[in-house]
């Protein structure tokens, strides 16, 4: 599964998900990007999505996404605030699929 790291989630979390194609949104070139672009960039090269912005299933339709979107809940997005909810997220992402969001909270 090829996942993408929004720009707002350290890229050091990607460490913590061994087993997964993980990138960084930075790394891509796409740090500049708003919502609605970066949705549009990464469809057809990744499969979900890892965000802590909450307000982006308010602000974008992800139903009809080629990808799963999955946002953390953390005390803030500190890795050391995220990194309690990898188990949750290794899990979300085997069951994620195209259109669906998840919302992990510790």
Same mark, same amino acid.
């Given at each position: 599964?090829?996942?993408?790291?929004?720009?707002?989630?350290?890229?050091?979390?990607?460490?913590?998900?061994?087993?997964?194609?993980?990138?960084?949104?930075?790394?891509?070139?796409?740090?500049?990007?708003?919502?609605?672009?970066?949705?549009?960039?990464?469809?057809?090269?990744?499969?979900?999505?890892?965000?802590?912005?909450?307000?982006?299933?308010?602000?974008?339709? /992800?139903?009809?996404?080629?990808?799963? +979107?999955?946002? @953390? %809940? #953390?005390?803030?997005? !500190? /890795?050391?605030?995220?990194?309690?909810? +990898?188990?949750? @997220? %290794? #899990?979300?992402?085997? !069951?994620?699929?195209?259109?669906?969001?998840?919302?992990?909270?510790?």
């Amino acid at each position: 599964m090829r996942v993408l790291l929004d720009t707002c989630v350290p890229k050091r979390l990607a460490r913590d998900l061994h087993g997964y194609e993980v990138r960084h949104a930075t790394d891509m070139g796409w740090s500049d990007l708003d919502d609605g672009p970066l949705l549009t960039a990464l469809a057809g090269s990744f499969d979900a999505l890892v965000t802590v912005d909450r307000n982006l299933p308010y602000q974008q339709n /992800l139903n009809a996404r080629p990808f799963a +979107v999955l946002v @953390l %809940r #953390a005390h803030s997005n !500190r /890795l050391t605030d995220l990194v309690r909810l +990898v188990p949750k @997220l %290794r #899990a979300a992402l085997k !069951r994620a699929a195209p259109g669906q969001l998840i919302e992990l909270a510790e």
